[in-house]
């Protein structure tokens, strides 16, 4: 009887798809099988882990009865949810679906489990830029962003992240900043304040341009801010003084939002009285007298 039935019930029997879905912090392990077969010709579907490393070679038996994580009785798609700790290794996942005929379709996937870590911050980098790319480095600690007189600068940073996970477990680094001016008087400043204006900006995306083993290097520059970076109006157009704290979140595909670092960059004039003299001695000559040309 069955030699008729038999190559009809081997065409229909696929596995449509195999899903496999492990929950590192609460160690269960969610398995689920799609067959394009009728539920009375299957007699078994389970799934078979293996590993090398640390030995492994275990089974589970998957329902189509709307039982342990399978949501929906009789429709072909059979699932479990087990309680397994898998230590960090590669398995080989197998599922097998099994026909009362003893026919049989199998379908593998491999899983890595690997431990993981949080992303760190290890660097920052500041830098005023001139429109031809020339400019100079900045040290946040000491020293300031000086805003020219007459001439637009630019503001361009780097950041430096670790992830020993790798550069595919970082989604994105992006910031925020909340700019507090002491005082901003002028035309062109967005909001005349002679006392604390504060404002607080979108939030930006950062772009990979480096990565060196597990430290990955990200620039300001995107779709939207283009080289040589932010634009910073002179105080002809806004006299201001101020501090603009920049609040980085790396986005970490197992650990989600994480904030990473929080930066202040005190932005100073030359009407202040301190100046970069070495690199920018012409753009405030009342502070730096004398410029070598
Ligand atoms: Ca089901
Ligand atoms: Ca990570």
Redesign the pocket.
Known sequence: MSKIQEPHEEARLTISNFQVDYDQLGNKIYLQVATETENDSVANVHVQIVANEFPLDTMFTLNDIAQAGDLIAMNGIYSGDFDILLPFQEYLLKAVVQTHSDIEVNSEEYILIEE????EFVELIFWKKYADGSGYEIDYNNSSFFINDEDTSYLYFQIKIK???GLE??QSIRYQTITNWYYADGEGCNSDCMVDCITTSPVFYMSNIASNDSIFTYEAINDYIKEPGFEINPTSICNRFGVITFNFVAF????GSLAIEEINLLFSNCSEGDWNCEEDCQYCPGVCLECEE
């Open positions: 993981q870590f949080l992303p992830d020993l996970n477990n970082i970490d595909t197992f650990y």
